[in-house]
């Protein structure tokens, strides 16, 4: 079992550019979670996904961030029109069913995005 | 929604000696916590994790206590190794439906001493 994939593993924008960020769960997981973490802090939830659906994004900034994790690939995390204060590591996770009383979740190694 | 305090954010200890991590959670109706262990630029990796049906467990050098009516839950590291330096995380999920969300604490910054 591969785990959970992430790439780019380092990604660097200029201010305004777009990120695309991409995350191939571990087989047989069908849920996928994105966490941000910012330096010497611990991770933030952002959004939770499963196939072709957003179940939560109530941690993910309005504007700008999109998530997705169509039927066919991986889940991919968008930021348009990238600022500095988004520079940080962006971590997937995923877990084979939700976490009441069963599914643990695995992360990835994380995309380290630096915004210039 | 659920609030974790870890302390201390930085813990430096003797090759061999104890160390001790502390978390207190805020929703009473958390049910499961996890520890993650992250080395320097790497994944976070769950090194033990508990379920609020049990109050403690173990896992060779590593244990776990949970006191919920204290809302607190700790990570204890016994005859610890120089491969043990790490950031440790606690973490604790928020309560039912929305108990798939993980929220984390600050982290602590594990050092051991040869």
């Known amino acids: 079992n591969a785990g959970v994939m992430q790439n780019p593993r380092h990604l660097v924008r200029r201010r305004g550019q777009e990120a695309r960020l991409r995350c191939s769960p571990m087989k047989g997981h069908s849920h996928v979670y994105w966490y941000r973490q910012l330096p010497e802090e611990g991770l933030k939830f952002m959004v939770y996904?499963?196939?072709?659906?957003?179940?939560?994004e109530s941690g993910m900034p309005k504007e700008r961030f999109s998530a997705e994790f169509p039927k066919e690939g991986p889940s991919i995390l968008r930021i348009q029109q990238v600022v500095r204060g988004d520079s940080a590591a962006y971590f997937c996770a995923s877990s084979p069913e939700e976490l009441s009383g069963k599914g643990t979740q695995y992360f990835g190694p994380g995309t380290r995005l630096l915004v210039l | 929604g659920e609030n974790v305090e870890q302390h201390p954010s930085t813990l430096s200890v003797q090759e061999g000696d104890s160390a001790v991590i502390k978390c207190t959670y805020s929703?009473?109706?958390?049910?499961?916590f996890p520890w993650y262990k992250q080395e320097l630029g790497k994944r976070p990796q769950l090194i033990i994790d508990?379920?609020?049906?049990?109050g403690e467990k173990k896992d060779q050098r590593i244990a776990v206590t949970l006191n919920k009516t204290a809302k607190h839950f700790s990570l204890h590291i016994t005859e610890t190794q120089p491969e043990d330096s790490a950031v440790y995380f606690c973490a604790a999920t928020h309560r039912w439906p929305n108990d798939y969300k993980l929220s984390f604490g600050a982290g602590t910054t594990v050092t051991v001493r040869a």
């Open positions: 929703d009473s109706a958390s049910n499961y």
């Open positions: 996904l499963q196939k072709e659906n957003i179940i939560d």
């Open positions: 508990i379920r609020s049906n049990v």
